[in-house]
């Protein structure tokens, strides 16, 4: 996917063991990577994009990924589409799922305290080694090296799409041109790969997203707005840290 | 594409219709808060952000909104920014503000209740976002949610310094 994660985990325990689990999720984004990725011809979804895999035939990772990208479709309007370039593109799921996928099978290994950050998007669980919440900043839209918002929080993801970082790179489909009118756009919620969806619809539908979102607070969605001329907002219920 | 324009705006008709009729009701008093995108209805431009911004980026942008003002509006609509009446109904207050542009609805907004019943009913359901100053802050933080940045970028971004100094 062209990205790099950090990983960081809270455990006191032998380094050995702290370096298997580790290198158990790379492992795996590694794997998602050579499945998923669409920068490759032979992987699982460019074949199936072309037609020569049969959705019987495709893995149960593959099928879930697609019935996901349609749910997700369905739950936004439309704003959230794996087809909106074109071709089928489902990386905007596919990222925060193999994250939250990743993140359970820390849990399942013993790990009760780390945290996952794959390009900005953030899955999180337990304590800081500090003893309390995680502490996550949201990238200012225009100062790279300063944060907005500071979040603090013990279980829950943390995804940000903006238009700063590649460009016009998000597309509103109903009108096929570049998102305008949002800058950076933060959803925290229960699950890595919905809150991901959330924001790039909410990006995507521009300055009509942040009443959008407003509405997904009710299902445990919280979120953070940049417009592009500077304004900030945000949902009530946003776990910042005090 | 232009069927469902046609429907939008016939929906749209019909709410307010529907509110004309539901005028004859005496609304109860109660204080009403604007949605997210309800600042359309005064149009004041919203207020400059004290942070720094870019320089280039945005100025293209602009261009398009002109050409449409001046295109003849088939629906029979006039350019501006209309409220329509208050609404009663069991739950609150409705007020619904709609833009025209070019012949064309191009926003909709509505306030809804924030006293009676409907406090404890509507809200988380439609709470609006709360706008505030845009800060900039060097804080201690344990990780960075942004963007998805390149691989290129990541070497100049704030997690790469989280990463480096934990390493």
Known sequence: MGTTVSIELGEDRPDLELRGLITSVCDWLHEVDAR?????????????????????????????????????????????????????????????W???????????????????????????RGNHPD??????????PWEADKVSWVLAL???????????????HIFNPRTGRPAQGLRSVTVVGPDLSVADAYATAALAMGEAGIAW?????????DSAVVTDDGRAFSSANLPAAV | ???????????????????????????????????????LADGTPAPKPSSKKPAASGSKEKAPAKQKETAKPKSGLKDGVFKGDAAANPYGKIQVTIKVEGGEITDAAATFPTAND????????IAALKESTLQAQNADVSAVSGATYTSESYVKSLQAALDAAKA
Do not use: Q
Not at chain 1, 131 to 140: F, N
Not at chain 2, 118 to 125: G, L, M
């Open chain 2, 118 to 125: 409907s406090a404890t009913i509507n809200p988380p359901a």
């Open chain 1, 98 to 124: 193999s994250v939250e996928v990743a993140a359970a099978r820390l849990l399942a290994a013993g790990s009760h305290d780390h945290y996952i950050n794959a390009g900005g998007d953030i899955r999180m």
């Open chain 1, 36 to 96: 998923f990725s669409t920068y490759k011809a032979d992987s699982e979804v460019s074949r199936f994009g072309r037609g020569e895999l049969r959705l019987e035939d495709a893995s149960a990772d593959l099928r879930h990924v697609l019935d996901a990208c349609a749910d997700l479709w369905r739950d936004t309007d439309g704003y959230f589409d794996a087809y909106a370039s074109g071709p089928l593109d489902p990386s905007g799921y596919v990222k925060g």
């Open chain 1, 131 to 140: 003893g309390g919440p995680w502490r996550v900043g949201i990238r200012h």
């Open chain 2, 1 to 39: 594409m232009r069927r469902s324009t046609a429907a939008a705006v016939g929906t749209l008709t019909g709410a307010a219709l529907i509110i004309g009729v539901r005028l004859s009701v005496t609304p109860p008093e109660a204080p009403v808060v604007a949605a997210p995108v309800g600042n």
């Open chain 1, 213 to 221: 979102l407003s509405k997904r607070a009710a299902d445990g969605y």
């Open chain 1, 154 to 168: 013990h279980d829950g993801a943390v995804a940000t799409s903006g238009t700063y970082e590649r460009g016009d």
